[in-house]
């Protein structure tokens, strides 16, 4: 079995080749993608895999829009951190599911999912993609926070948080006003919940709301170095791989 992974964080990709190996030592990661382009460019000049591991949320937009330009005629498992109204548009479209963080028994038990269904995915049927982009559109993002400080508990709406980061191996948002939370979440999880179109994963660092950005200007090795319009601990610099997506994404208003 030739298998393809589409999925933006590395150590999850990894991780995730390793478990198949382990409960399919004959399957071969013929592929390994984690941005909507790249997974684009290797689909339309390869030959389709037997079936692919696909993230929801990549580098630079929903994986959903891959299948606008590449018609895609295997099984999809899809990775999310999305709610149970999302998951169920994935099972009305023949389409398997595995909830981050998963485990070893997730994953064998979506391969096992895909043999039984495999006679239903010889008839090339491929979810409507339509359907599932306008369920999960921009405007369907996590609208706010509950955070705890001060031994009190409040929400933050979105729209006032300037971005997230990891700090110390903890989650925290920072608001336009300067007011900083610490958050239960991981950023993935978060970057996961929230619109696309509004907020970008610069880096493995940081989670950055368009409204914050001031300007962005070239830095040394083709990276780019964004500014705020807030204040930052560091400068936030963006890498060669990520740049091209992420002006794709501030053009994209």
């Known amino acids: 079995m030739n298998i393809i992974i589409i999925e933006d964080e590395l150590r ?9 190996k382990e409960i399919k030592p004959n399957a071969r990661i013929t592929g390994q993608y984690q941005s909507v382009e790249d997974s684009v460019a290797a689909l339309s000049e390869t030959a389709q ?3 692919i591991f696909m993230d929801i949320q ?3 937009g929903l994986s959903f829009e891959i299948f606008k330009s590449v018609k895609i005629t295997c099984p999809v498992v899809f990775c999310t951190a999305f709610d149970e109204y999302s998951m169920e548009a994935f099972k009305s479209n023949g389409v398997d599911y595995v909830l981050k963080p998963f485990s070893k028994e997730n994953i064998k038990e979506a391969l096992r999912k895909v043999d039984d269904l495999k006679n239903f995915f010889q008839q090339k049927t491929t979810p409507d993609i339509e359907s599932l982009l306008q369920r999960l559109s ?10 705890f400080k001060n ?3 409040a929400t933050v709406q979105t729209d006032n948080i300037a971005f997230f980061y990891i700090r110390n191996d903890s989650t925290s948002l920072m608001c336009f006003d300067g007011q900083e939370y610490t958050l239960s ?3 993935d999880n ?17 989670l950055v709301n368009f409204k914050a950005i001031k300007e962005v200007e070239h830095y040394f090795l083709r990276k780019l170095y964004v500014k705020l319009v807030i204040d930052m601990p560091e400068k936030l610099l963006i890498n060669k791989e990520k740049s091209h997506s992420f002006l794709n994404w501030m053009e994209d208003r």
């Open 49 to 51: 895999p037997d079936l």
């Open 185 to 187: 979440q991981s950023l």
């Open 138 to 147: 921009p405007q369907s993002g996590k609208t706010s926070f509950l955070v």
């Open 58 to 60: 990549l580098a630079d």
């Open 190 to 206: 978060i970057a996961a919940s929230v619109s696309a179109k509004q907020f970008f994963r610069v880096n493995r660092q940081y």
């Open 12 to 20: 999850t990709a990894r991780s995730l080749e390793t478990i198949i």
């Open 151 to 153: 031994q009190k508990y």
